[in-house]
């Protein structure tokens, strides 16, 4: 004979549907709130971007890196930044040391993109995507365009020297006096805040800061936290975005582009941003209005949450208003595709150079081939891989 279900457990069950009904109405209510301000409030991600300038000097746009859509953002922008009067790019992907030689590159009479591949080798030799390269030929195209006595557009590189040459084991790495040796202008963050202090606030000039989303925080100080013993190293308030916003404080803001954050456990592992909502919101938008940019403060979206990653912690009410001021969504992760590597970037003449910039001792061979590595750029851009689990929107 069958047993009768218990009460208390039935109890139970009708109380997480409850609750779970609760749940579900409150984020279709969150998901309403976010789609109605986008659509009144709708600007494409370039016009948003411009838009920023309006109350700002210094614009930071934090990418993921490697992806193709993003760089091709910043290609757009340039000739729009110009005609808005904004007449600078700064970029991480570039060093300042080299910057008589991108200035040459974009004013010449005819584009030398052996110049441009070689500048994007001298700052790092394992950044060989051409859409990152193809940012100087668009500057170079708009200034070929302007009368003779139009403010040309400058791209300035603001990377310190690297110099990895110095490390080929782990305990180098450990060395303080080698790590001297490979960073001789000094750490990467504090060099690029000074060329942005001294090549543009100084100048009263209003610049687009393109780098990496870490390099980019403001207000958001990075946490370090040590993930088994449960324990926050320090909130990191020295990355260039951060010396930058104590130095001219609002008038700098942080643009975040849409990707995948460090789960809670670490950043070895994904989550989608904002806890998904993001996503839900952006996704179900008509196609004409996928691609967006938006103010996080001031807007229903500076509430979400970030309860699954890394980023709360050492945040006990962490949202997304904390990590950035503005944002800007392109398409689902699970359509982003990896900039395109340049064939050849790295060949025969250039192998043994680029083994001696290789950061990673563990993988530093003098026996890699040219083959190992270009296959090592391809596996960085596959985003069909790397973000596999969001292949479900």
């Not at 800061?209 to 980019?216: D, V």
């Not at 229903?300 to 503005?326: I, K, Q």
């Amino acid at each position: 004979m069958p047993k009768k279900f218990p009460l208390m457990a039935m109890i139970g069950l009708i109380c997480l549907m409850i609750i779970a009904t609760a749940c579900n109405k409150q984020e279709d209510g969150q998901k309403g709130e976010l789609a109605s301000y986008l659509s009144a409030n709708y600007q494409s991600p370039e016009e948003y971007l411009i838009s920023c300038f309006e109350d700002h000097d210094i614009v930071f746009i934090g990418e993921y890196h490697r992806i193709k859509h993003d760089a091709e953002l910043i290609q757009n922008l340039i000739p729009l930044l110009h005609q808005a009067g904004v007449y600078n790019l700064g970029m991480e992907f570039a060093n300042y040391a080299d910057q008589p030689m991108i200035d040459r590159l974009i004013t010449a009479n005819e584009y030398d993109e052996a110049l441009a591949r070689e500048i994007q080798f001298r700052q790092w030799p394992f950044w060989g995507f051409q859409e990152y390269v193809d940012i100087y030929r668009v500057a170079w195209e708009l200034n070929r365009s302007l009368p003779d006595d139009s403010t040309k557009f400058r791209v300035v590189g603001l990377n310190a020297v690297a110099d990895w040459s110095h490390v080929w084991t782990v305990e180098d790495r450990k060395n303080p006096e080698i790590m001297k040796k490979v960073w001789p202008d000094g750490n990467s963050d504090e060099h690029m805040a000074k060329v942005i202090s001294t090549e543009f606030i100084a100048n009263d000039q209003k610049a687009v800061i393109y780098c990496g989303i870490y390099h980019g925080f403001t207000r958001f100080h990075q946490p370090v936290y040590d993930v088994e013993a449960d324990s926050l190293i320090r909130l990191d308030d020295r990355r260039m975005g951060n010396r930058i916003y104590s130095e001219m404080g609002d008038r700098c803001m942080t643009v975040s582009l849409h990707t995948s954050w460090p789960s809670l456990s670490g950043h070895s592992e994904s989550v989608r941003p904002a806890d998904g909502a993001i996503d839900k919101v952006c996704s179900g938008l008509d196609p004409g209005r996928r691609r967006c940019g938006f103010d996080v403060i001031g807007s229903p979206f500076a509430s979400l949450s970030g309860e699954t990653s890394y980023w709360r912690h050492g945040y006990p009410e962490f949202t997304l208003a904390e990590y950035c001021d503005g944002y800007i969504y392109q398409m689902p992760l699970a359509d982003y595709e990896g900039c395109t590597v340049i064939e050849g970037f790295i060949n025969e003449s250039n192998r043994l150079a680029a083994i001696s910039q290789s950061a990673n001792p563990k993988t530093k061979d003098s026996s890699n081939t040219v083959e190992s590595m270009m296959e090592g750029m391809r596996a960085d851009t596959d985003f069909k891989r790397r973000f596999s689990q969001f292949g479900v929107k």
